[in-house]
């Protein structure tokens, strides 16, 4: 009887493993554009697809100090932008479009809770999310670079709702 559950248990396993693998591409050929660009899905305001671009290495110029943008805060365990944040990214894109020799880095935070290497995920999405926002609002790819931060900079040190509340955020550096 013990053998029979065991053998019945394993064989329950290897068919979920079978199952949740065959039906899987790997995300390189889902996120692949035509021109090989590696693309990230955009779920705001009709959708549409935009390239990832390279990832920050470096500082690309002066920093811009004349002007500053409020940070987006993002729900917890969320990448998504709230409608009531999106007025913030397109004063950013507004005045990206209007000074077309600025470049953006979009810096994605997290609060405390979570692994490390998941907080950095999240926080990369978050800078994504908003990269994406940008570009479909007209501001070319080559001038928005993302870093993620996970929980490793937080605005607030302490251990309640309202410290996470702040750490949850995507941050702007501007450079000429």
Not at 51 to 74: C, K, N
Not at 106 to 127: M, Q
Not at 129 to 151: C, D, H
Request: hydrophobic share 40%; proline share 3%.
């Amino acid at each position: 009887m013990k053998k029979t559950i065991v053998s019945a248990v394993f064989g329950v396993v290897v068919c979920c493993l079978l199952i949740g693998s065959s039906g899987c591409t790997s995300v390189d050929e889902e996120l692949l554009g035509a021109d090989g660009d590696v693309l990230i899905p955009l779920g705001v305001d009709g959708g549409g697809e935009f390239p990832l671009g390279p990832r920050a290495d470096g500082l690309p110029g002066e920093p811009v100090a004349d002007v500053a943008f409020d940070s987006v805060a993002f729900l917890y365990d969320s990448f998504q932008i709230a409608d009531s944040e999106r007025g913030k990214i397109e004063a950013i894109a507004d005045y990206m479009n209007r000074n077309h020799d600025v470049t953006v880095y979009i810096d994605g935070h997290c609060d405390e809770r979570g692994s490390r290497e998941y907080n950095l995920s999240l926080s990369e999405h978050r800078a994504l999310a908003i990269r994406a926002y940008l570009i479909s609002l007209g501001v070319a790819g080559n001038r928005v670079l993302t870093r993620s931060f996970g929980e490793e900079q937080p605005l607030d040190l302490g251990h309640r709702e309202s410290a996470w509340r702040q750490n949850r955020r995507g941050e702007f550096e501007l450079y000429r």
